[in-house]
């Protein structure tokens, strides 16, 4: 069975670095099979796709915050991260980590694996 | 960024009913997937590429529609469908998602 475990910090100041990590088990970051992804949810915007990354390190970032992303893999430890640069109170939310499954064609059908999500609160 | 549109907002319906939430995207897409949310948790994928039931995903969810219009419809609603959900799209970057319905018993 897949879990994924996101980790890190509640609270972070504002112009600081929010960093997440999701530990994954019972599947391997390196295999080619899924891309591994962030997603946040607060009240105000609702469910927003951060971005993903794939087992080669290549990245796709929500343009809206392309400047402030990075996502990184450490597949000694089956984990990929998250770094979200000068935070504001807009970056306040759930955090959730997730699997983003492929069909057949290398396409997107949906996320199928997610970690149960942690909350960050940014404050002034 | 395409635009995802959900209707109703909230619905209200008894255990037995049939329920019916509609997804509106602002462009053509393919790739539609649902999502069923419950309180302080994460959300569960419930039918994707428009009509696939996801493993393990009761028969009573199903999915259908094409181009700009979807629809979820709930058959014989449980109690347990008590939840928010959504619609999202993967058809073109960034991945969108509705705003969300609330399905209450």
């Known amino acids: 069975q897949v879990q994924l475990q996101e980790s890190g910090p509640g609270l972070v100041k504002a112009s600081q670095t929010l960093s997440l990590t999701c530990s994954v088990s019972?599947?391997?970051?390196?295999?080619?099979?899924?891309?591994w992804t962030w997603i946040r949810q607060s009240p105000g915007k609702g469910l927003e796709w951060i971005g993903y990354?794939?087992?080669?390190?290549?990245?796709d970032y929500n343009p809206s915050l392309d400047s402030h992303i990075t996502m990184s893999l450490d597949t000694s430890r089956n984990r990929f991260s998250l770094n979200l640069t000068s935070v504001t109170a807009a970056d306040t939310a759930v955090y959730f980590c997730?699997?983003?499954?492929?069909?057949?064609?290398?396409?997107?059908?949906?996320?199928?694996?997610w970690g149960q999500g942690t909350s960050v609160i940014v404050s002034s | 960024d395409i635009q995802m549109t959900q209707s109703p907002s909230s619905v209200s319906a008894s255990v037995g009913d049939r329920v019916t939430v509609t997804c509106r995207a602002s462009?053509?897409?393919?790739?539609l997937a649902w999502y069923q949310q419950k309180p302080g948790k994460a959300p569960n994928l419930l039918i994707h590429?428009?009509?696939n039931l996801q493993t393990g995903v009761p028969s009573r969810f199903s999915g259908s529609g094409s181009g700009t219009e979807f629809t979820l419809t709930i058959n014989s609603l449980q109690s347990e469908d008590s939840s928010i959900y959504y619609c999202?799209?993967?058809?073109?970057?960034?991945?969108?998602f509705g705003q969300g319905t609330t399905v209450e018993i």
């Open positions: 997730a699997r983003d499954f492929r069909d057949d064609g290398g396409n997107s059908v949906g996320f199928d694996v």
């Open positions: 019972g599947a391997s970051i390196s295999s080619g099979d899924y891309y």
């Open positions: 990354i794939f087992h080669s390190g290549d990245a």
């Open positions: 462009q053509t897409i393919s790739y």
């Open positions: 590429t428009a009509s």
């Open positions: 999202q799209q993967a058809d073109a970057f960034p991945w969108t």
